[in-house]
């Protein structure tokens, strides 16, 4: 997607944050551990995919919720991805099926009535976790923190989820290092000409989480649409992916960008989602600016929209009767798309050629 330049006078980008684990010639450093909460979701199944066959991360929990299907076909879709990964060891769980105060809707036009694309295989054979997903949250991060190895916590759907967790149990912020999402946007939206999908569909969520993140000290980083559309797959690779075949995760991710393909009738389509779990791995690929930002609850046309302030807030601006915006985060103004992009297609083809 092409977005507005940044202005001239706009504050310089600020630092990324710190690397992921990269190979050395030393001793092997240890992977990053990462929870991601999901409304699986064609990009989302692939963010999914790269998270859990990466070696740079360790996969430690999954959380579901209602957003681009209904919540229990995000379930049967999270379990059927992360078998299919070999990862049928990482618990996952069923959480919040409607917004806090909105009905659902989802994005099946977008993901196919299965929520992925159609593909048409069979359930996975392990069920969920019992718990609640604000209950497997709650337990992962509070052991993240007595380990002293806090979790990055990668929300990919809409934020219901987080927002039962940070206001029920605070104390989790101890076990989370930081949080990026996917969501809203300084530029555009989607699900209205306002709103990005995830933020439009649960936005009281939204704002909950940001303020809580701002009360508990927790990092954040949003992944929005500014960024979301440019690491893309072509047909050739998909088709590349696809013929690997076995079932395998290769396979898995190129069927689903081949529906992408021939549903919006496209030479190349996003991996969306996956871009986030790339930024955890490779942050030197995203240009990110820390900024003001408030969600929009109220607005008849612009419900939804994470209004970002790009104001230069050095002047006087007392004519504002709002005054800035109390929470601050890195927002992602840019994205080395074409190494995001390869990143997860490599780490899909050496899961085939692994296996």
Not at 144 to 173: F, H, M, Q, S
Not at 191 to 203: G, I, L, W, Y
Request: aromatic share 4%.
């Amino acid at each position: 997607m092409t977005t507005d330049p940044i202005a001239a006078s706009t504050p310089a980008p600020s630092p990324a944050p710190a690397p992921a684990p990269k190979a050395t010639d030393g001793p092997p450093l240890r992977p990053v551990p990462v929870v991601l909460d999901v409304d699986t979701g064609v990009d989302d199944a692939c963010a999914l995919l790269l998270a859990a066959l990466h070696p740079g991360l360790d996969l430690r929990a999954v959380t579901c919720v209602g957003g681009n299907a209904p919540v229990d076909d995000v379930v049967r879709n999270t379990l059927l991805v992360l078998e299919t990964a070999g990862r049928a060891d990482v618990p996952v769980a069923r959480g919040a099926d409607r917004p806090l105060l909105e009905r659902p809707v989802d994005a099946r036009h977008v993901h196919g009535e299965d929520g992925m694309g159609e593909l048409g295989w069979g359930p996975a054979a392990h069920d969920p976790d019992p718990r609640h997903a604000v209950e497997l949250l709650r337990d992962v991060c509070r052991e993240a923190a007595r380990a002293g190895r806090p979790v990055t916590l990668v929300p990919l759907a809409p934020l219901t989820n987080i927002a039962l967790l940070l206001r029920t149990y605070p104390d989790v912020a101890q076990g989370i290092s930081r949080i990026i999402f996917m969501g809203g946007a300084a530029n555009v939206g989607n699900a209205t000409a306002s709103a990005e999908f995830n933020v439009f569909h649960d936005p009281e969520a939204a704002a909950i989480v940001l303020d809580a993140a701002a009360d508990l000290g927790i990092a954040v980083t949003m992944y929005g649409l500014d960024v979301f559309y440019e690491p893309v797959v072509d047909r050739a690779l998909a088709a590349e992916l696809v013929a690997v075949g076995g079932r395998g995760p290769a396979e898995l991710g190129g069927r689903l960008l081949e529906f992408q393909h021939e549903r919006f009738a496209r030479e190349a389509s996003t991996i969306g989602d996956a871009g986030a779990v790339c930024a955890v791995l490779a942050p030197e690929g995203l240009t990110t600016q820390s900024l003001p930002l408030r969600v929009e609850l109220a607005g008849a046309w612009s419900r939804g929209r994470t209004i970002v302030d790009r104001r230069d807030w050095t002047g006087d601006m007392a004519h504002d009767p709002h005054g800035e915006a109390p929470v601050r985060i890195e927002v992602a103004l840019e994205v080395d798309g074409e190494r995001y992009a390869r990143l997860w297609a490599d780490t899909l083809l050496g899961a085939g050629e692994r296996s």
